[in-house]
Nanobody
């Protein structure tokens, strides 16, 4: 099992970034996938999810600014982030939603995450 997040970087407030997560070693096409983030001093928070047929759900703080997509041909999910705010700064992780629970938080359990810095 491998989850590789990429695309993070440093941007000014109001800027944009697109994150990617490439998965392998499990049945990606049948998995509801999620993005999560952990900011400085914060816990691991849910950001968004996408079902196997492309329906998306977003936490209220990112709704209208973030857009999650999936490409089953490449076992990849993307997170397009626009109008970034200071509070969006965090390490972002992806994981199948079904794997995530109190004993296995999405942040740090599988992938290394990708750092987003907003100044």
């Amino acid at each position: 099992v491998q989850l590789v997040e990429s695309g993070g970087g440093s941007v000014q407030a109001g800027g944009s970034l697109t994150l990617s997560c490439t998965a392998s070693g499990f049945n990606f096409q049948d998995s509801i996938m999620g993005w999560y983030r952990q900011g400085p001093g914060n816990g691991c928070d849910f950001v968004s999810s996408i079902t196997t047929d492309g329906m998306t759900y977003y936490v209220g703080s990112v709704k209208g600014r973030f857009s999650m997509t999936r490409d089953n041909a490449y076992n990849r999910v993307n997170l397009q982030m626009k109008s970034l705010k200071l509070e969006d700064a965090a390490v972002y992780y992806c994981a199948p939603v079904a794997w995530v629970g109190p004993a296995r938080p999405a942040c740090g359990s599988w992938g290394q995450g990708t750092q987003v810095t907003v100044s």
